[in-house]
């Protein structure tokens, strides 16, 4: 089975502008949560879809918002972005949740300008 | 919500050396996983781990969930083994993974 895939793997933004990043899960499942990773702040939990509804958020603003397709395939916008959401976006699938075995991608490293 | 310690943060050893990370939870977990993050960044599984112990190769891990701790062994480091190890749990509250901070785990030739 392929793993999680995410891209683009690199992206170099302004401040001001919005970006928009993709994940497709491992195949069957239906899963998918989003985390942020700094050096300051360690890994922290965005939120998570399942059958393309949102079913938990962690503590972030509402800059940051994401979707599910019916296909499972999630993606993440972030906008008006600022220097701090400079990070790697980690995109992690599980079979049906959060309490499952969650299956991390290679991540997409965003730089804020 | 749940807070997750590790420790130690920092671990230098020797090629051949055993270690022992630690990974203390707050509350009570239905799911509980460790890491190994690679030089570029992804989270490589090692364990899903919510109770009981298991083992791969020469890595075993152990959770003792009614007193709120897991334990991850690695024997015969190589310098391959390093890197960072992190503990993450899923609380009662059914949010996404909370992390530790991690152990910087550098193995010496």
């Known amino acids: 089975k392929a793993g999680v895939t995410q891209t683009p793997r690199y992206l170099i933004k302004t401040r001001g502008q919005q970006v928009t990043l993709s994940c497709s899960p491992i195949s069957g499942h239906r899963s998918v949560s989003w985390y942020q990773q700094t050096p300051g702040q360690g890994l922290q939990f965005l939120f998570e879809y399942f059958s393309e509804t949102q079913r938990n958020k962690g503590n972030f603003p509402g800059r940051f918002s994401g979707r599910q397709f019916s296909n499972s395939r999630s993606e993440m916008n972030v906008s008006t972005l600022e220097l701090g959401d400079s990070a790697l976006y980690l995109c992690?699938?599980?079979?049906?949740?959060?309490?499952?075995?969650?299956?991390f991608g290679p991540g997409t490293r965003l730089t804020v300008t | 919500g749940i807070q997750v310690e590790q420790s130690p943060p920092d671990l230098i050893l020797q090629e051949g050396a055993n270690s022992t990370l630690r990974c203390n939870f707050s509350d009570s977990v239905n799911n509980l996983q460790w890491f190994h993050q690679n030089p570029w960044g992804q989270l490589i599984n090692l364990f899903y781990?919510?109770?009981g112990t298991k083992q791969n190769g020469r890595l075993s891990a152990t959770t003792v969930a009614t007193e709120r701790y897991s334990l991850l062994y690695i024997s015969s480091s190589q310098t391959t083994d390093s890197g960072v190890y992190f503990c993450?749990?899923?609380?009662?509250?059914?949010?996404?993974?909370?992390f530790g901070k991690g152990t910087h785990l550098i193995i010496q030739p």
């Open positions: 992690a699938s599980s079979y049906q949740g959060a309490s499952l075995e969650q299956y």
């Open positions: 993450a749990v899923v609380g009662g509250g059914a949010d996404g993974l909370t």
């Open positions: 781990i919510p109770s």
